[in-house]
Nanobody, 113 residues
Framework: QVQLVESGGGLVQPGGSLRLSCAES????????ITWHRQDLGKAREWIAT???????IYDTSVKGRFTTSRDDAKNTVYLQLNNLKPEDTAVYYC???????WGQGTQVTVST
């Protein structure tokens, strides 16, 4: 059974940074396609980035140039580095494994003064 455990959210001021982690188990990490999504209150969940085995990545235009996703194969973990955060980035952030359709539990990111 695939499991994803997220960590790293929090409260940060505009312009600040956070790093989210998504630790995967139950699937060979070399096969895990990890997507990142976020959902703000009253809004639909939206895709923001994908990380493929081997390191290829793609981003939504709303985060491209500010967010970066990376993989640590030794730790079976995918990271999402959030830089230059804006109040509109406030949301619950989720990681998702595309093949097994497994979701992480989500982690809250709040950008506010």
């Amino acid at each position: 059974q695939v499991q994803l455990v997220e960590s790293g959210g929090g409260l940060v001021q505009p312009g600040g940074s956070l790093r989210l982690s998504c630790a995967e188990s139950g699937l060979p990490f070399s096969e895990a396609i990890i997507t990142w999504h976020r959902q703000d209150l009253g809004k639909a969940r939206e895709w923001i980035a994908t990380s493929w085995p081997g390191g290829a990545t793609i981003y939504d235009t709303s985060v491209k140039g500010r967010f970066t996703t990376s993989r640590d194969d030794a730790k079976n973990t995918v990271y999402l580095q959030l830089n230059n955060l804006k109040p509109e980035d406030t949301a619950v952030y989720y990681c998702h494994e595309a093949g097994s359709m497994t979701w992480g539990q989500g982690t809250q990111v709040t950008v506010s003064t």
